[in-house]
């Protein structure tokens, strides 16, 4: 009934008016404000943090460093490890923190503590021969670092080439805000996260806590991206340990540059990718080699090459990570992690193969559809991957596609670009509470977290579905640790997660309401999705679809503008049409910033990210989007839960920058295999 | 020192004001008004967005005292009493609103684009939105909600 139904955003009358409160927005008598002091050195340890001037500053409550800051209970990640050792990992970690009475006292304060280094040398460049590569373990989430299937033949036609791309910060609007409030034993954390349940027991097992005295709110959330998923990060450790210290609340607001250091960042790739095709374009041999970063302070291994373990039919497939461990910053999760990267490189060699065949990029594709997926040999659970393509191409007016280099209108250079995308469709476990409420309507509650993705009012959408009651009957309660359990908004999992669960209790009280005769407040269900989790039945369950792009290529300036985007998505059963199409428009935009605009350039003499706001680091701005449209197959798909949804927070995201890039290609005639591609990069290879 | 200016029609005092704290800090901490985001504290991304005198500024590059005297209008004066603005009605109709930390210092520019080029054009829209940030929503939806919104505003003038 409501499913499906471009309901308004449930919470936009409260962002629109500002009343919308965020983390750092509670308001609460006595509170405090912390700011970081941050090493000024890439690698080395601290000898001493002198801060007599700054605790000589009237307004000054604290100063926490090293040495007599409140113990953690698990150091066992170094990157949580707040003010827990002398160690500096990376340039911009944590070695010190003001408590003052205003924001303004405390930063005044924290220039004028003196920390003094023991400094070695750093190493902060990641290049394709580093000698320090090595193979992880597993790569996230918990996938082998290498695959290799099938025997290497002769190939007819050959594409071996390497892409390039560089880091990328997730930047949300929001920066990450905590507000830490102890009474008594008991924590509370106001705090800009992606998953409140999550972060609860995270914080409480770093602080030796059981999770029950600790709760973790985050009612609206200004973006995340990824960098505030869990584990948390360390400006959340750091606030709890400072209201512990001066037994007041205390806030702490990361600002901008500061995220360029803790907050999480993509990793910058290398990534060899070799195709071996019969003359048909039929793939008989695929390779995905991917060298990536990490930090020393934790390891993350970006699964870049998963895409090529799932995407094409092939005789034999070999995928590899390697990873140099660096005196960086901790990267983390950037929108879809692993297949954004990796679909940006297999499918930019997907179209110097179709060249290299002669072959029309979109059919190329479609020749080198698999029956299974090729990596867990299961059926997928829907593929609707040729019908995107399709569907696409005509709506696109792929057939005026020009041969690369030759369409020329004035002063532009104009092309067309196709890459396919792809991003997994799971669901973890989640725990929800339904209630009839004294005054009858209904009360839906799970720790879900909304950071702008619209699940608020998807799960109240479902609700409403499940009881057969109009949306204005229904109240969804969210982004409380205290709620039922939900997990974390996290690889397009969170809809097909919490609203499994919100299925599921409704239902459940349905039936009570059936029962009982009449719905009695006070009517309860709880639901529990674990089991039902565990025995789904084997399916490889992923996300499709198809982005083409237009490009027009200056050939005086190299500037390039993108007149024209089309997604095309099966994605599964879309909950709200209004708020859906955002998601996957924002996706292709962000996309459109990785292929043209966003880089992280990494300082090598001081190892820091250079660019650290937001006049340096360009993320597209309103002037850059021109044409842009998101279209969907109805898909609903019975095989990945029961709602048939399968997620779109990242989808959007994959592939669009394979698909500008191989647009600049058909524009110029030059294949550029490094982002973003810059005027600079262009300059030289135009006519 | 003390600073004395008018929010949203309402003459405030701020007490003990640093002469360094910039008006989005005033606005948040001292008056009681978070509407106004805090993004990047130095006038790259429009979230602080707010009226001076009529005129948009980013409220983190204003010094608080240099509001002294003046009238202030931020996200939370745009609705008349608890009827909305056309704007603010139109950014949730058209699904303008993600993340919603763009979304004050955006409706604050829209308001003003809309009240000085009543029926403004797409490339007026982008251009005057482009100091204005989103990075959740890829800015389509911004753009139907200022024409939905230009577009009632002129239906009712006429």
Redesign the interface.
Known sequence: MELGA?L??V???D????????SG?Q?VAGVCHAVAVQAEIAHGEVLAVDATAARAVPGVIDVLAYGDAPALADTSDFELAVLQSPRVAYRGQIVAAVVAE????ARHAQRLVRVTYDELGHDVELTPDHPGLYRPEKISPDDPPDTGEGEETPAEVSVDVTYETPAFHN?????HATLAVWEGDHLTLYDSTQGAAAQRDALAALLGMPAERVRVVAH????G?GSKGVPPRPNSVLAALCARRVGRPVKL?V??QQMFSITGYRTPTFQRMRIGASKDGRIADIEHHVIEQTSTAREFAEQSGVVTRMMYAARARRTTHRLARLDVPVNSWMRAPGECPGMYALESAMDELAEACGIDPVELRIRNEPERDPDSGNPFSSRRLVECLRLGAERFGWSSRPEPGTRREGRHLVGMGVAAATYPAAARPAQALARVADDGSFTVSIAAAD????ARTALTQIAADALGVPVARVRVEIGDSALPYGPLAGGSMGNASWGWAVLRACEGLRDGIARYGGAEPGLECRADTSGEIKNQEAYARHSFGAQFAEVRVDVDSGEIRVPRMLGVFAAGRVMNA??A???F??????GLGMALTEESRMDREFGDYLNH???QYH?????D?LG??AIWLDDPDPHANPLGGKGIGEIGIVGAAAAIGNAVHNATGHRFRRLPISPPSVIPHLP | MRVNFTVNGVEQTADDVWEGESLLYVLRERVGLPGSKNACEQGECGSCTVYLDGTPVCACLVAAGQAEGREVRTVEGLADGERLDPIQEAFVECGAVQCGFCTPGLLVQAHDLIERVPEPSDPEIREALAGNLCRCTGYEKILDAVRLAAARKAEAGR
Request: glycine share 14%; proline share 7%.
């Open positions: 471009p308004d955003r919470e936009g009358w962002k629109v008016a500002g009343r919308a409160r965020y927005e308001r205003t924001l303004e006292i930047n949300p609007m929001e920066p609206h959330v200004g973006g991206f607001a600002t901008r950071i702008g993705t619209g209004r708020l199409r955002s998601q428009v924002g996706g292709m935009v962000m706001d937001l006049a993320v597209p701005v309103n002037a989007v842009i449209d």
